[in-house]
């Protein structure tokens, strides 16, 4: 398989919120993120604090800009609109959190897989 399918697969996987690496695991309980993945073992945080790189660059500084510009941008111009977007953001960014979670995790993965640690737990290719 080519280096930029397993990219593909494995960040379509962690979008719907599977296991990057079987794709048949859950990475969350509800909001709840689990340790492994139920069905091929894969440890999605080998060490604690592993994704926090990710979830920062993917998902906290997007919010960070979005939230930002709609301020400065819609809601001193237009206050009732602005206020009435920015509500409408926030209940996006919550919805779809865990999707953008699951992407961090996803390339958490690739990093694991592409840069190996000999001692990191990445199950065969095979078992999922």
Known sequence: MTRSNVI?????????????????????????????????????????????????????LPIGAIIIAIYFGVVRTYPVLGMTIMVGAVAWLIWTAPNRWGVGIALHYLSRVFWPDPADPIPPPDAG
């Not at 990057?20 to 091929?40: I, Q, Y």
């Open 8 to 60: 593909r697969r494995a960040l379509w996987r962690g979008l719907r919120n599977r296991c990057p690496h079987c794709g048949k695991g859950k990475l969350f309980a509800g909001w709840k993120d689990l340790e492994r993945c139920s069905v091929c073992g894969l440890v999605f945080s080998r060490n604690p604090g592993d994704t926090w790189a990710f979830t920062i660059v993917g998902d906290r």
